[in-house]
């Protein structure tokens, strides 16, 4: 009789925690994500004051993140709004731009598709990639037992993983927090070479007559993507849309080579 008794107790319990799990979804309120955006007619986004060649102050080449942001709005059938939010240009830590679902709908400025970024914010589907190089006046690259000038402030690349290497190779590291701190490092000597990611490396090794290499795995390349808030699936659903037709009919490559070739 007592095990008859449990066993109907323990049936009522599995009915009554699956009515609880569906009143729950039924009372969650609707993603309203898309329709907001589409009521104010704008998609804005938090970029960095500057961060070439994805974000740049020039209105006639504004950077590859701001244009494929004007192609997504317009394809979303909204107008595109940046947000400058200086502290993305000055920490790596996503945590601390202090941005909020209130100031963008879009997050991007250089993000990665890693577990750190993921720990925040969903993510679109990529639009390149970028990874640790190093920078030199010489031939020689990276040296072991060097001075290295480190720029990582790359938001989600694996700091930790760069650490591992350069403790292993004997390396004396200092950060440096601009790519012009880091140019003047290797310009001067304080540094034997730089470390920073292959976007910015592109234009320091251009502008001060740098060579570029890779560093060995396992440290390769991470996806670049913009940023969205959990949750907005009505609006990721769009954006991911939009960037498929951006894809397909060539403006993607096209826009990518402009500032990445």
């Given amino acids: 009789m007592a095990r008859r ?8 319990a599995w009915l009554i925690g699956g009515l609880a799990l569906l009143l729950a979804v039924y009372l969650l309120p609707p993603d309203t994500s898309l329709s907001e955006i589409r009521r104010q007619g ?3 986004a938090c970029l960095p004051v500057a961060r ?7 209105p006639a ?3 590859l993140e701001a244009e494929l942001l004007q192609m997504i709005a317009a394809e979303i059938g909204v107008r595109f709004r940046p947000v400058t939010v200086p502290a993305m240009g000055e920490d790596f830590d996503l945590s601390l731009w202090r941005i909020s679902r209130a100031q963008c709908a879009i997050v991007g400025g250089g993000t990665l598709d890693t577990p750190a970024t993921r720990a925040l914010l969903d993510v ?11 920078l030199s006046g010489q031939a020689q690259g990276l040296l072991p037992s060097g001075k290295g000038a ?14 591992r290497f350069l403790r292993a190779q004997e390396i004396t590291t200092q ?6 701190e880091l140019a003047e490092a290797i310009r001067s000597g304080a540094a034997d070479f730089g470390i920073a990611d292959a976007l910015y490396a592109r234009q320091l090794a251009t502008d001060n007559g740098f060579l570029v290499s890779d560093l060995p795995p396992p440290l390769g390349r991470d996806p670049l993507v913009f940023g969205l808030w959990k949750g907005d699936l009505t ?3 769009a954006i991911v849309s939009a960037f498929a037709r951006i894809r397909d009919d060539g403006r993607l490559a096209a826009v990518s080579a402009r500032y990445l070739d």
């Fill in 5 to 12: 008794l449990f066993e109907i107790a323990t049936q009522y």
């Fill in 42 to 44: 704008q998609l804005t």
């Fill in 52 to 58: 070439p060649p994805l974000v740049t102050d020039d």
């Fill in 61 to 63: 080449r504004p950077g």
């Fill in 124 to 134: 679109t589907p990529p639009f390149g990639d970028t990874g640790w190089v190093v």
């Fill in 150 to 163: 480190v720029l990582a402030n790359v938001p989600g690349a694996d700091r930790l993983a760069l650490s």
């Fill in 175 to 180: 950060l440096v927090r601009s790519p012009d």
């Fill in 235 to 237: 609006l990721k659903r």
